[in-house]
């Protein structure tokens, strides 16, 4: 039989303008990879070493963006730390995913008493606030980017299971997976062949929206003093350095808050533009 | 042709569908073609189709409702002295529910689960009125008897606690509540048996002839439909290829798409057959030049790849195809 | 071969099967009538194993289905295969509809359906003959199933059902969600391969023209009862159960009025 579908999947014209939005976010995203990557070994200065005769200075040809109140070169610093803030991010959003995901596939695919359990636990893990937590971890561990790191991961799994629990309820009743049941498939296969290609949509466009706000949590905990400790470069600690010369310099906190917004910015656009592509693709 | 004459001679057409065209926005795909039809004050319209034929996107266009992708790049829909096309989102929010009602398929989900049926009728109500709670709840179990339900006990349940049927006819007494002109009751039987089906039609004729209202009835299937209503359009690909009266496209369905969906059609049989009569192909086999069904149709020619215009074969029948040409000639022979 | 013996199933305590009990003979067909939320697809379910019954047994082959478990049950249940209703469910929208096809037959490496000897070595190569099989082009094997028309994926789900060469086809109203044309398709298709591969059906339906076609025996349910059964060719006979008549005679009045209809004019 000669078959011929109905077209009735074109894109329609006002995604064009989103995909230029992907677009952007991507460009964005090579950049700062390629930065995070080969950036430590072309930066013009040590980023840890200080000139303390040559602080606060103004952009020149040795410092492109000027030195910082010890006289390190903020260029180098903005830099170097991009590792620290995109590499945590990364490390932290591959972890959260890797315990949250498979917990959430076993829990939704069983569920009943498991389930139950596991979803009050979950509230009460979800009504610490993930600032105070950090804060306590600190307290008890001190302030290292390690103990950040933890106090993040032990809040966020959770968003994962959840996200991944729900799906996995709506899909294990629909009929191809009884058909799959009926065809003599294992539950591990169902959930490896059916269930897994079901979340793997969501999941990337949520991570690619939460490393947007884990970086900002870093930041912002860097910047409370309880994430990276000087000397180290990091945006967040070093926005905190930047607080007392705010009038005098204030570009000290305008570089480091400009890396993170458009970080971020990427980020966001990327995953937005993610969830509107696979948002018809599943329709 | 008649459906120019259809339009021209009655002045007391509800709905006059003109020439009506539907495209994909910016593209030059086309979902409807040159749609020509009207329906009567107080009259059953059968529009039948398969997926693909672009039926209940006519629907879609009545109510007003299409979507933003979509744009009617020609024609006209016209109910009583209103223009649907040219009309702001608030007033077409006016004209739906109050002068159009709408069933659709999935009455399933028209109620909400949680919420009280007759909660749900008194919020629809005092939407659009502004009756206190006591008065629209009489309204509401008036109409409620109205479709044949045991209102007081409808009007106390959730809607899981009840029937494919009574759902569908609580659906559409909250949809005739405000005495519409127009219901269009898109494929209102095809979730349903035998026997709930034909008991809803039973009712949605019984409530045209009350309301004196008209119906757009729109089915995939022609038995559905076909006993229901004095006129009927096929549509296959966007088109109308058969319209007229329902007597007389049964009768003499000079279309073949017509013929093999008639043909197709499952029914009882005194004698079991061993094969059913098909129809060739998929539904979503369109022609993009010429006849649609071209690319299905048994008796092709190379003609039909040329833009088949619609001829009538008598006053109230007329389809487009090179058939009718030879239908009329036999006709004149044998006389 | 399959004896369902007196079940019983309540759903949120509304009585959904209700003392229900039927056998199918290898190679019969048998049509299961009613109207929807007459029980009809929860007996379909049962019978697969995929929800067990309050009261009764199912057995298969001398086994009863709900007390196996393991590797007994994975065997029995190569026998006992289903096409559902909605042909868009019933496929994952994520896989490459061939891959659904012969997801079975990986399930069971020792299991060599006749009519796939050749090939039993090469997956590809199997749906291909299973499409060939229900009609379908090689060309969309590598679709996905929202790249396919209604028609089509039942087709495909079709394919599925046969794959093991199962005793017991269950179809669930496997044409209702199609348009007439295709529905017309698929029945014959359906009992084409019943002929070929000495198949039973459990054919459930509301529509009792198709279940006419399809079946030798026909069992009508009414609110979880079984409140008739009999072989096709006593459909009209006078002592069939009043429920069954109406359905008839509103079936037949639809076609009385099309014909009569017809020879108005003519």
Known sequence: ???????????????????????????????????????????????????????????????????????????????????????????????????????????????????????????????????????????????????????????????????????????????????????????????RRHMFPQIVSPVLVLATLDIGKVILTISSLSYLGLGAQPPAP??????????????????????????????VLAFNLMGEGLRDKWDVKSR | MIENKTTATSENNLLVVENLSVTVRN??????????????????FGLVGESGSGKSLTATVILGMLSKSLEVTSGSVKLGQSEITSLSERELRNIRGKEIAYLSQNYQSFFTPFIKVGKQFIEIIRCHTDMSRKEARKVAIHWLNKVHLPAERVFNSFSDELSGGQLQRAAIASAIM???????????????????????????????EELNCSILLISHDLKHIINRTRTVGVMYGGRIVEIGKTSA???NPIHPYTD???????????????????????????????????????????????????????????????LVKAEREERYVTR | MLHVNSISKTYHSKPALNDISLTVQHGESIGIIGESGSGKSTLGKIILGLDKPDQGEVHFRG???????????????????????????????????????????????????????????NRKKMAEVL??????????????????????????????????????????????????????????????????????????SHDIAAVQFMCERIVVLKEGLAVDSFLTEDLFSQSRHPYTKLLVEMSMEQENKIEENQHFYT
């Open chain 3, 63 to 121: 086994n009863n289905l709900h007390t196996l478990n393991g590797k007994a049950l994975k065997k029995l249940r190569r026998q006992l295969q289903i096409v559902f209703q909605d042909s868009a469910g019933s496929l994952n929208p994520k896989l490459p509809v061939w891959k659904s096809v012969v997801e079975p037959l990986e399930n069971y490496p020792d299991v060599i359906p006749s009519f796939l000897k050749e090939v039993r070595h």
């Open chain 1, 1 to 191: 039989m000669n078959i011929q579908m109905p077209r009735i999947n074109r894109v329609p014209f006002f995604f064009k303008n989103q995909n230029l939005l992907i677009q952007c976010g991507i460009i964005f995203f090579i950049i700062i990879t390629l930065t995070t990557l080969i950036g430590p070994f072309i930066v013009p200065n040590d980023p840890l070493t200080a000139n303390m005769s040559e602080r606060l200075a103004p952009p020149s040809s040795a410092y492109p963006l000027g030195t910082d109140h010890m006289g390190r070169c903020i260029f180098s610093r903005l830099i170097v730390g991009a590792q620290s803030t995109l590499g945590i991010t990364a490390l932290v959003v591959a972890t959260v995913a890797l315990i949250g995901i498979p917990i959430g596939l076993v829990i939704g695919y069983i569920g009943g008493r498991l389930d139950t359990v596991f979803m009050r636990v979950a509230d009460g893990i979800l009504a610490l606030p993930e600032f105070i937590l950090a804060i306590a971890i600190a307290g008890f561990l001190g302030p290292s980017l390690t103990n950040l790191m933890i106090s993040i991961v032990f809040v966020k799994w959770i968003a994962y299971t959840r996200v991944v629990r729900s799906i996995v309820i709506t899909e294990r009743n629909k009929d191809y997976v009884q058909a799959a049941k009926v065809g003599g498939s294992s539950n591990w296969k169902i959930i």
């Open chain 2, 27 to 44: 593209s030059r795909e086309k979902l409807i073609r040159n749609l020509h039809f009207s329906i009567p004050q107080g009259e059953i």
């Open chain 2, 260 to 322: 093999l969906l008639l043909q197709s059609r499952l029914r009882l049989n005194k004698h079991i057959q061993h094969e059913l009569p098909t129809m060739l192909g998929e539904p979503g086999l369109i022609a993009e030049e010429g006849c649609p069904f071209s690319k299905r149709c048994p008796s092709v020619r190379e003609s039909c790849s040329n833009k088949v215009p619609m001829s009538s074969l008598g006053t109230h029948h007329s389809a487009a195809c090179h």
């Open chain 1, 234 to 263: 990091e945006w967040g600690a070093m926005l905190n350095d930047g607080r007392p010369y705010f009038q005098s310099a204030p570009e000290l906190m305008i570089y480091p808050g400009l890396a993170i917004f458009f970080v």
């Open chain 2, 178 to 208: 405000f005495r519409p002109k127009l219901i269009i009751a898109d494929e209102p039987t095809t979730a349903l048996d035998v026997l709930t089906g034909e008991r809803i039609l039973d009712l949605l004729s019984e409530l045209k």
């Open chain 2, 249 to 251: 496209v049964l009768a």
């Open chain 3, 131 to 204: 499409f060939q099989k229900v009609g379908l082009s090689p060309e969309l094997l590598e679709r996905y199933p929202h790249q396919l028309s209604g028609g089509q994926k039942q087709r495909i789900a079709v394919a599925r059902g046969i794959t093991l060469e199962p005793d017991l086809l269950v179809c669930d109203e496997p044409t209702s969600s199609l348009d007439v044309s295709v529905q017309a398709q698929v029945l014959n298709l359906l009992k084409k391969l019943q002929k070929d591969l000495n198949l039973s059906f459990l054919f459930i």
